[in-house]
């Protein structure tokens, strides 16, 4: 699989799934008030700003992956890049606590994408 920890897209697993099912007609819940902690073990600043970018690497090839049927995904790449933006002038970073950027999310959305691209390409 392309998709999730160790794979060359990295995350995402779990979201090309729940697109997979909703796209195949199955109920899919939004629970906006349930919390999921990951309690991966990652400590200091090198992990979690990699973490960060790992996500959005995933996300930004699951995009491109479900563009033609689910295009609606592309709001939230549309929304980082309106963030990065406002940032640019001022604006809140994407967690203010962690110093984390919405500039990362962008970036690493389109490198996302074209790994998703180069692996479709080369047939893998």
């Given at each position: 699989?392309?998709?999730?920890?160790?794979?060359?897209?990295?995350?995402?697993?779990?979201?090309?799934?729940?697109?997979?099912?909703?796209?195949?007609?199955?109920?899919?819940?939004?629970?906006?008030?349930?919390?999921?902690?990951?309690?991966?073990?990652?400590?200091?600043?090198?992990?979690?700003?990699?973490?960060?970018?790992?996500?959005?690497?995933?996300?930004?090839?699951?995009?491109?992956?479900?563009?033609?049927?689910?295009?609606?995904?592309?709001?939230?790449?549309?929304?980082?890049?309106?963030?990065?933006?406002?940032e640019l002038i001022g604006g809140p970073r994407f967690d203010q606590d962690l110093?984390?950027?919405?500039?990362?999310?962008?970036?690493?959305?389109l490198a996302g994408a074209a790994k998703?691209?180069?692996?479709?390409?080369?047939?893998?």
């Open positions: 699989e392309r998709f999730g920890a160790g794979g060359p897209l990295r995350s995402a697993e779990d979201t090309d799934y729940l697109v997979r099912a909703m796209l195949a007609g199955m109920a899919v819940e939004y629970v906006p008030d349930m919390t999921i902690f990951h309690h991966h073990g990652r400590r200091g600043r090198k992990a979690i700003d990699r973490l960060h970018r790992d996500y959005h690497f995933g996300n930004g090839a699951l995009c491109l992956k479900h563009f033609r049927w689910a295009p609606w995904l592309l709001r939230h790449f549309y929304w980082a890049a309106r963030a990065a933006t406002r110093r984390l950027s919405h500039w990362p999310i962008v970036l690493m959305n998703f691209m180069a692996l479709v390409l080369a047939g893998r």
